[in-house]
């Protein structure tokens, strides 16, 4: 059996790399807002076109010089006082006070192959700079670590957010692991409670928001005492095809609008459930992800959508409950191999037209909505019902994984 002073000394080991990756990270961040380093930063950036090919040799080796070596030094001298500080303070077994070094031996292979890079050794870039590979990104960009289409963000989409380098651990504590500044973001049921909170939660990010409702008003939003004018489009279920158009040049689409019959249960109330609830927003979807065309778009389009609470808990309101599970699934069923992301918006009773007696505000709502957002919460859970946090993760793990195994 393993001993309780190897446990120990492994756990060390772990966080010693944990730790030399966030002082990366905040290094990077660093180099963003203080002018010597972001001289040096600025390398860097000079070095890559959209498509990741380098727009010089020599920039890009003179760039490992500048930024990546000095970068890993100083990831090397943190990493030194980590095992420096457990050896001194006896945390860590004679036995086994080697390991408290790994998080330095780790750094040193960054420090070699910015070295190399630097040098032209060949085929060192292609080894050991993987987020700065050229070609199409296969995968959607990553939860927990960083890919190609998570790094290529950082280049192209906002140098003020993406920062991390291998854990997306800071950018999720920062709140920059989705910047929403100048993304131009589509949001249905404008005109509701939920919809016109959220406009204005998007608007004081940055964000370019066109709402989208069924009543031809022009929406506005109420900001420090200041009627702001949105963007207004209208349209009606059963007309999405009229949206591709706009879609075309949307960054992100929030699907929000719904009904609730409440008691009701006639043919044409379950029509109607389904058809606003579910099949409307399941055909704005397969219309979005048609305009996913290039590595932009797999990096930066993404869909948001309000399957609501009643995906797993009662709403005691039936058809809604059932039209709303269905959008759930729908949503779920899409989200094995979707070439962007798709968020699901979780959340419990709030005061609204559609349910007079929430006990959560829209405004409260809207801005948890969008601190998660930022944060890359993919499942977005607002209430107020602790065994929502517990059984949707569940629910949606199981569903999920029986998708993939059973669809192609």
């Not at 009627?227 to 007309?239: A, R």
């Amino acid at each position: 059996m393993i001993n309780n002073s190897l446990l120990i000394a492994l756990a060390i080991a772990l966080c010693s790399i944990i730790w030399v990756e966030l002082v990366r990270d905040y290094y990077h961040y660093l180099a963003h807002i203080w002018t010597p380093l972001s001289r040096l930063h600025s390398w860097h950036h000079r070095v890559f076109k959209p498509d990741l090919s380098v727009n010089s040799v020599e920039i890009y080796r003179q760039a490992h010089w500048y930024n990546d070596v000095p970068e890993s030094l100083v990831m090397l001298i943190f990493s030194i006082g980590f095992a420096l500080l457990f050896i001194s303070q006896g945390w860590i077994s004679p036995n086994y006070q080697w390991l408290a070094w790994l998080g330095s031996l780790y750094t040193l292979s960054f420090t070699g192959s910015a070295i190399a890079r630097g040098l032209g050794i060949p085929y060192a870039d292609e080894i050991t700079d993987a987020t700065h590979r050229q070609g199409d990104f296969t995968t959607i960009p990553a939860h927990w670590f960083v890919n190609r289409s998570y790094h290529w963000r950082h280049h192209f989409d906002d140098q003020n957010a993406y920062f991390c380098g291998t854990f997306t651990i800071v950018d999720r504590i920062m709140g920059t692991a989705l910047s929403l500044k100048g993304k131009k973001i589509a949001v249905t049921g404008a005109n509701g409670t939920l919809g016109q909170a959220l406009i204005k939660q998007l608007y004081l990010k940055g964000a370019k928001v066109t709402a989208l409702t069924s009543q031809n008003q022009e929406l506005f939003i109420d900001v420090r005492n200041e009627q702001i004018p949105i963007k207004t489009l209208s349209w009606q279920v059963g007309e999405e095809s009229n949206l591709t158009n706009i879609f075309e040049k949307i960054d992100i689409l929030i699907l929000n609008h719904g009904i609730n019959v409440y008691g009701e249960k006639t043919a044409e109330a379950i029509e109607k459930s389904y058809e606003i609830n579910a099949f409307s927003g399941w055909r704005m979807m397969e219309l979005f992800l048609k305009t996913v065309k290039n590595n932009q778009d797999k990096a930066t389009k993404e869909i948001w959508v309000n399957t609501s609470e009643a995906e797993v808990n009662p709403a005691f309101s039936p058809l809604y409950e059932i039209s709303k599970r269905t959008m759930g699934d729908l949503v779920t069923l899409k989200r094995v191999n979707s070439p962007i992301i798709i968020r699901k918006l979780i959340l419990g009773p709030f005061k609204s037209k559609l349910n007079p007696i929430g006990v959560m505000s829209g405004d409260w709502v809207a801005k948890q909505i969008v601190n998660l957002a930022i944060r890359d919460f993919r499942d977005i859970i607002v209430t107020i019902n602790p065994f929502t946090y517990v059984i949707f993760p569940f629910k949606e793990w199981l569903m999920l994984s029986y998708c993939k195994v059973l669809t192609k």
